[in-house]
């Protein structure tokens, strides 16, 4: 079974562009999370989506947002981009049948994104 | 969100056993223990969880201690592909991971 996959791996943006980040959880898997790791802050939350829907969201502003797709494929969107957005963004995958917070997290290698 | 403490870092020799410490003594009764391990240039996986009983799987054992304010994560035996980060994470039912700055696992040949 393919894991999760992250496009693209690499991105360079200018400050005040927006980019797009897609993640295609495991086949099967209903809940995709995001995090964002930077060296000064370690990985945060920034959200999780459940068929379609928002379920969790962190403490990041309003120009990070996500959505899901039927097929639970996940994008996230950031707008007007700051250098201090540098980071490896991840995303994460898990079953979700019951909500259990034993269900166990599948990371993709992340997408490294680099705002100059 | 409850708290972790882990060492920044620990030191081993291939082939040892490995104790990872971490104390959490605002733990709730619904909060699972869980580590994750990230690799150099990876993202984080899946090591174990638990939440009272000590806990085997292939990859590692997770020792809880009877009041749960602490749990040890234990590497059988060290091999230079368990150099990582190791996230030591309490998860309270159905909500988000929350990553602590984690322990920097070095093992040396």
């Known amino acids: 079974k393919a894991g999760v996959t992250q496009t693209p791996r690499y991105l360079i943006k200018t400050r005040g562009q927006q980019v797009t980040l897609s993640c295609s959880p495991i086949?099967?898997?209903?809940?995709v999370s995001w995090y964002q790791q930077t060296p000064g802050q370690g990985l945060q939350f920034l959200f999780e989506?459940?068929?379609?829907?928002?379920?969790n969201k962190g403490n990041f502003p309003g120009r990070f947002s996500g959505r899901q797709f039927s097929n639970s494929r996940s994008e996230m969107n950031v707008s007007t981009l700051e250098l201090g957005d540098s980071a490896l963004y991840l995303c994460?995958?898990?079953?979700?049948?019951?909500?259990?917070?034993?269900?166990?997290?599948?990371f993709g290698p992340g997408t490294r994104l680099l705002v100059l | 969100d409850a708290k972790t403490t882990q060492p920044n870092s620990m030191e081993s020799n291939e082939e040892e056993p490995v104790h990872l410490p971490c104390n959490h003594s605002?733990?709730?009764?619904?909060?699972?223990i869980h580590w994750y391990r990230q690799l150099p240039s990876q993202g984080p996986e899946y090591v174990i969880h638990?939440?009272?009983s000590n806990v085997n799987n292939r990859m590692a054992s997770l020792a809880i201690a009877e009041d749960r304010k602490s749990s040890t994560l234990i590497l059988h035996r060290a091999t230079l592909r368990d150099a990582a980060v190791y996230y030591c994470?309490?998860?309270?039912?159905?909500?988000?991971?929350?990553f602590g700055q984690g322990t920097r696992l070095t093992i040396n040949p």
């Open positions: 989506y459940f068929s379609e829907t928002q379920r």
């Open positions: 994460a995958s898990s079953l979700a049948l019951t909500g259990d917070s034993q269900e166990t997290q599948y």
């Open positions: 638990g939440l009272t």
């Open positions: 086949s099967g898997h209903r809940s």
């Open positions: 605002t733990i709730s009764g619904t909060d699972y």
């Open positions: 994470i309490l998860r309270p039912l159905a909500q988000k991971l929350v």
